[in-house]
Structures are given as C-alpha cells and as structure tokens.
C-alpha cells in the first residue's frame, strides 16, 4: 500500500526487530511503541506528545516486568538509529471508531499483497468519482501485520454498487463496512 523509496540505511521493521532478537519480551515493548506511535525521549520515558506513559502501564498491555520496558528504552538511547526513530514517531488519531457517531462511513480492505503500488489511488479514485469526500484514510503497513488492511472513512453513505465495485478490484481479498 506504500512504496519504499528510501535508502539501505533506513531501518525496516524487520531490522528493528533483529536488533531485539535475543529477547523476545523487548520486541514485544518495540511492537507496541511503533502500533501506537509512542517516542521515548532523552530520559528514556515513554511519551505520547508531551504525555508520559508509565513504564507499569507499558509492561501490563504487553505482560512483561516493568524493568524490560526500562531496559528497551535504555538500548533504545543507547543506539543512534533506534533514537532517531524512537524519538520523531508519532501518532495519528484515527476517525475509525468515531465514524458511527459523527455520521461518517467506514470501509476496511484487506488486500492481497499489500506492496503492489496503486491501491490506495485506485480506491480512493473509485470513492472521489461517486462525489464522496474522503475524510481519511490509513494503511497499515505490511511490515507490522500479517493482513494489512486500508481504512476508508467518508462522508455519507457509501453506495452499494460502489463497494461491489471495490470488493472485484484485483487486488482485494475482503471488505468491511464498519
């Protein structure tokens, strides 16, 4: 759903993980930073925007001791590559779950293969020719799921021959209205 146009330096999930190979309740804590967008600043606590998230609330969602959360964001400073990643993630609110109250309209997609280029353009394409307006859309990435999804949320109703129309897009595997 992405294209990587970065260079061999960059760090790719999988490289993130490997450096956390030996334990695997450390890249459990790294799985959540990156899913929720969490940054760890230079005293090592781990932030949402200017909000600091406990290490006991950390170590609880993800079932580990709370010194393995200490000693993740300790490597994490400890690595030049990991700081600057760990310290500019951010998150993005989603619309997803408010869609029903704001009278908003919510697709989810899986695809086949989430790396083949054009899904979000021609999705969005097909939406925007209808006249919806497309209020956001989020693509989870492949590196951090096993079926990554593309969410669609609009104004108004979404036509039925509209989702029949996405739903025999090549590329998809299955939709959800939400």
């Not at 030996?22 to 799985?31: E, G, H, K, N, T």
């Amino acid at each position: 759903m992405s294209e990587d146009g970065g260079s061999d330096e960059e760090a790719t999930f999988d490289a993130i993980m490997e450096k956390f190979a030996d334990s695997p309740s450390q890249q459990a804590v790294i799985r959540l930073l990156l899913e929720r967008g969490f940054s760890v600043n230079d005293e090592g606590r781990v932030v949402s925007g200017g909000i600091e998230i406990p290490n006991t609330g950390i170590a609880r969602e993800v079932d580990v001791d709370r010194r393995v959360v200490d000693a993740t964001t300790d490597a994490i400073l400890d690595d030049d590559q990991l700081r600057r990643i760990f310290q500019n993630i951010s998150a993005i609110p989603s619309l997803m779950d408010l869609a029903p109250v704001l009278d908003l309209s919510a697709l989810a997609i899986t695809v086949r293969d989430a790396e083949e280029s054009g899904i979000v353009a021609t999705v969005t394409g097909a939406i925007a020719d209808r006249g919806l307006s497309i209020r956001q859309t989020i693509s989870e990435d492949p590196e951090f799921t096993d079926q990554p999804k593309l969410y669609v949320i609009t104004d108004g109703t979404i036509p039925g021959d509209l989702l029949t129309e996405i739903r025999d897009m090549p590329f998809v595997h299955k939709i959800e209205l939400r």
